[in-house]
């Protein structure tokens, strides 16, 4: 049974009660965490205050900085344990396990590196004045994050709010949060001080809507579908809380005729495989020029057909998917795109070895998808790759920029100035040429457009977002 972790104790929910976790590739119940209510969030924000007050404010940068980085190295000395909990909390397949706790460690390293190196500036003003910002926390932040990427959600968001001089009260997602609350144990254990870090386990709509609306809490950082967005700016607008939004996405892999395919085939089949298509920056729509199409899906269509999916111990191209209703959500997608005649180009396959009750789903490369289809427009959140053919630059930026969202693109041209064309032209946050998502981004500003989302984390940048400006006027003659 997995506890709440408040000011660097387990504790139980006042509730009483519990929500059992399920290994999606048997789908077992495995253990059980806190079905937690607004009493448990409100003795966190309690916590998470008296730290502020009395310990954490008065730390400097560079303290902060070292327990960060302590953080970071506790992190690696317990990788396999770190991952084990994601591989069967998630279904992770452990190449993919390994690599969130890798991006996690490397989360804490860098903003231990930034603690010290975030300032304010001396503006120029009338004669007899100096000016100067000083770069301010919020205070108490908010965390709300998704079951996709635990370590990896909780590493760039709660790492870039401690750096910035936040303390942090966290609510996991109810479907994976066991390496969550094991990283915070392992922030006591390195002298986070008591209060600093704190989680509390439950459903979205009690914990998170109780976090969300608790007038303790100073910025809110939500990493989530664009619905639940709403729910948190609703909440939060009530008492002008600032919300960081970090929504889905469609995002486009625009590949041109001239294309490196030795270079684009791989990145595109993995931007679309990587944890089973559950990724905000899936590159879910495949736009390829017109005479490239047919020998560009000819070559992915065998690579869909040479993927494997798994139980996550088996360490295939792709795992289980989260849930029933998340597996059931992708059969419906693709059972509206039998109806609608939407050709279906290859499939993967899922190994004999899988138990029948697992969320397993056969990676699938869809062609000729209408862009007004809800296929070409609303996130599957599964392996499904839809492909559409375009004309000219003009026809790739309308397809592009045809659905709400805006997180990220890829283009793939050897053409140097169609590349700054096209990347100006796009609508996202995040523009990758020539490569897509390579070496996970941990130092690049990530963030959408639209209704992917507004404000960024990840890099130094989320430091603006974890940090309000106060300007300071000195009339000295
Ligand atoms: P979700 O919106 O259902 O849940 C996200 C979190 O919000 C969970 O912790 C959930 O318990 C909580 N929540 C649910 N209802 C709530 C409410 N009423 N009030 C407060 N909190 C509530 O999303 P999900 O299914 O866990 O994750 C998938 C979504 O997350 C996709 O849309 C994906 O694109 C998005 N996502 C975005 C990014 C990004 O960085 N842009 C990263 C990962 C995932």
Redesign the pocket.
């Known amino acids: 049974m997995q506890l709440n972790f408040i000011a660097n104790q387990p504790v139980p929910s006042s509730s009483g009660r519990t929500i059992p976790m399920i290994d999606p590739s048997y789908a077992e119940a495995f253990d059980d965490i806190q079905r937690s209510n607004a009493q448990d969030i409100d003795v966190a924000v309690k916590a998470a205050r008296h730290c502020l007050d009395t310990v954490w404010s008065r730390l400097t940068g560079p303290e902060r900085g070292r327990l960060l980085m302590r953080l970071s190295e506790s992190v690696i000395a317990h990788t396999d344990e770190l991952a084990q909990l994601e591989l069967r909390d998630c279904g992770k397949p452990s190449t993919q396990a390994l690599a969130d706790v890798a991006a996690l460690a490397r989360y804490f390293e860098f903003y231990a590196g930034a603690c010290d190196k975030f300032h304010g500036q001396t503006i120029p003003y009338l004669d007899g004045y100096s000016v100067l910002t000083w770069r301010e926390p919020h205070g108490v932040t908010g965390h709300?994050?998704?079951?996709?990427?635990p370590m990896?959600?909780m590493g760039?968001s709660v790492g870039g709010a401690l750096a910035a001089g936040n303390v942090c009260v966290v609510?996991?997602?109810?479907?994976?949060?066991l390496s969550i609350i094991r990283v915070a144990q392992l922030a006591a254990q390195v002298g986070f001080p008591s209060g600093a870090i704190n989680i509390v386990t439950?459903?979205?709509?009690?914990?998170?809507?109780?976090?969300?609306r608790h007038a303790g809490i100073d910025h809110i950082s939500?990493?989530?579908?664009?619905?639940?967005?709403t729910?948190?700016q609703q909440?939060a607008a009530v008492r002008h809380c600032p919300v960081t939004?970090?929504?889905?996405?469609k995002s486009p892999q625009i590949v041109f005729a001239d294309a490196n395919l030795d270079d684009a085939v791989p990145a595109i089949l993995n931007a679309i495989v990587q944890n089973a298509g559950?990724?905000?920056?899936?590159g879910s729509r495949l736009l390829i020029e017109q005479s490239l199409y047919e020998p560009l899906l000819e070559r992915l269509g065998q690579r869909f057909e040479n993927l494997r999916v798994g139980p996550a111990a088996m360490n295939l191209d792709l795992g289980p998917l989260?849930r029933q209703s998340?597996q059931q959500r992708v059969w419906d997608f693709l059972s509206d795109a039998q109806v609608a005649k939407i050709p279906m180009v290859a499939q993967g396959q899922i190994v004999d070895e899988a138990p029948q009750a697992g969320y397993y789903q056969a990676p699938t490369l869809l062609r000729d998808v209408p862009v007004s289809h809800p296929l070409a427009q609303e996130?599957v959140?599964g392996p499904v790759l839809c492909a559409m053919p375009f004309e000219d630059e003009d026809e790739a930026i309308t397809l592009a920029n045809a659905t709400r969202f805006g997180?990220v693109a890829g283009i793939w041209t050897r053409d140097g100035a169609r590349q700054f064309r096209m990347a100006k032209r796009i609508q996202s946050g995040q523009v990758f040429i020539n490569n897509y998502g390579a070496g996970g981004g941990v130092e690049l500003p990530?963030?959408?457009v639209k209704s992917?989302?507004y404000g960024r984390?990840k890099g130094f940048e989320a430091l603006l977002g974890f940090t309000t400006l106060k300007t300071v006027a000195i009339r000295h003659g």
């Not at 609510?171 to 949060?177: F, G, V």
């Not at 439950?202 to 969300?212: K, R």
Request: glycine share 16%; charged share 15%.
């Open positions: 709300i994050i998704p079951w996709n990427y990896q959600i760039r609510k996991p997602s109810e479907d994976a949060c439950g459903f979205g709509h009690e914990v998170g809507d109780a976090l969300a939500f990493t989530g579908s664009p619905s639940v967005g729910l948190i909440a939004l970090e929504l889905g996405g559950q990724t905000c920056s899936a989260i998340q996130e959140f997180l990530f963030g959408g992917s989302g984390e």
